[in-house]
């Protein structure tokens, strides 16, 4: 809070919850460090033409398993290709994959949440039973078994990979949604004759978005496991595709002749999942205030 004198009054400006967040959240090393480690490897997937070494298609007999060198940093798989030049674009493909598959849940989720929360009666028990049907399955087992049923590939992995978050994210809205269509400012909106339609984008959404918030920031961790999961397994990115998870499933039979072309794009997941998470966790203490230190 901060006090400015004007015409001898002391006028008191409050900082937003929004600030107090974003203050919050840049006094964190964790943060920041979580927060650079993903900006790093965005840049990665977006500039993997540029920085990429070498072609990730490009096969060589003769270069096959060789050790990580100067003239490959990661050495090179079975079929003489770069290591460094297939995680770099991995990177591109498993993050994509990863950032559309949250982007499906939340879409979907938070529609299907707002609606059976703010309608309520039997149509928010018919919407939320449909949910716990999902819940219901473990969320990479859905994948699996959608995927098995669509066919192998980057987009079913994607639509399999974002069904099997909506659930997280539709019983979140609804909890939320009722809690605020409760409060007195949405009781005085109806009041005056504002339609349901402004109600909900103007007054109930915006009181939903930090937690979305940080279930997408959480959830894509788990997002970028379940689609590497289902191409180790072969239900998702095709040969030659590079992929991290299918890049591992290649590495896993020459652990130990050549473990490096499984041991980085492993640490590649690691990083990236582990970055997320911590930074899922720095974004719920800064948006709420009972965890703020």
Not at 1 to 23: F, H, K
Not at 171 to 177: F, I, T, W
Not at 186 to 207: E, F, M, S, T, Y
């Amino acid at each position: 809070m901060t006090a400015q004198p004007e015409n001898g009054v002391s006028r008191v400006r409050s900082a937003s919850p929004t600030s107090i967040a974003l203050r919050h959240l840049v006094r964190s090393r964790v943060a920041l460090a979580s927060l650079a480690i993903l900006l790093f490897f965005i840049l990665l997937a977006v500039l993997a033409g540029v920085v990429a070494p070498q072609d990730p298609y490009l096969t060589s007999v003769t270069e096959g398993l060789l050790p990580p060198s100067r003239t490959h940093l990661m050495g090179t798989d079975l079929l003489g290709r770069d290591v460094l030049s297939r995680v770099i674009y991995g990177a591109r493909v498993s993050m994509m994959i990863g950032f559309l598959s949250v982007g499906v849940s939340a879409l979907v989720g938070v529609l299907w949440g707002v609606t059976a929360g703010y309608i309520g009666g039997r149509v928010d028990d018919i919407m939320m039973r449909i949910i716990d049907m999902l819940m219901a399955f473990p969320g990479l087992l859905l994948a699996m078994t959608i995927v098995a049923l669509l066919g192998p590939g980057i987009r079913n992995v994607m639509i399999a990979v974002g069904i099997g978050g909506i659930a997280s994210f539709a019983r979140l809205v609804r909890g939320s949604v009722l809690s605020a269509k409760q409060e007195m400012y949405v009781d005085a909106a109806r009041c005056v004759g504002v339609k349901d339609q402004r109600i909900v984008l103007r007054h109930i959404l915006p009181n939903c978005l930090a937690p979305v918030l940080v279930l997408a920031s959480m959830s894509y961790g788990w997002a970028l496991l379940s689609s590497a999961g289902l191409s180790f397994i072969g239900l998702g990115a095709q040969p030659p595709t590079p992929e991290w998870g299918a890049m591992l499933n290649d590495g896993r039979a020459l652990l130990w002749d050549a473990p490096w072309t499984a041991i980085f794009p492993g640490l590649s997941i690691l990083v990236v999942v582990l970055a997320t998470n911590l930074l899922g966790d720095a974004l719920r203490d800064a948006l709420d205030p009972r965890l703020r230190i």
